[in-house]
């Protein structure tokens, strides 16, 4: 975010080494969106990327934080193209609106699992 808008994350920014440290990181990054203008209803919940829940509504996010920066004209970084689309397709396991590929790993995710591993750590 601090790409986007220059001092937007507050701090000293350091990768998760554990959940508590990436569930922070994930919180920060929504404060400073939200802050940005991102709107209440674009916005994912953290446990939609910290255990790929719902990765389209994380990428939807990231489009509409995008569409904000290219209205910015203190942004000088690259823009989005247009927002992809995929109906569903009943015959086949591939999530809507994921990338080529990505949809394989996350399709395959055993929720329970991550939510076990959660306790643990936490």
Avoid: W
């Avoid at 975010?1 to 990054?29: C, D, H, P, W, Y």
């Amino acid at each position: 975010m601090n790409a986007v808008k220059e001092g937007s994350i507050k701090g000293e920014i350091t990768a998760g080494e554990n959940l508590k440290q990436k569930r922070e990181n994930v919180e920060r990054f929504l404060t400073a969106v939200r802050e940005y203008g991102v709107e209440k209803q674009h916005l994912f919940e953290v446990e939609d990327l910290l255990l790929m829940q719902n990765i389209p509504r994380v990428t939807n996010c990231l489009f509409e934080l995008g569409k904000l920066a290219a209205k910015d004209p203190n942004f000088k970084g690259p823009h989005l193209g247009e927002k992809p689309y995929e109906a569903i397709d009943p015959r086949t396991k591939r999530r809507a609106g994921m990338p080529e590929g990505d949809d394989i790993h996350v399709a395959h995710v055993d929720i329970k699992i991550l939510k076990k591993m959660m306790s643990i750590e936490g």
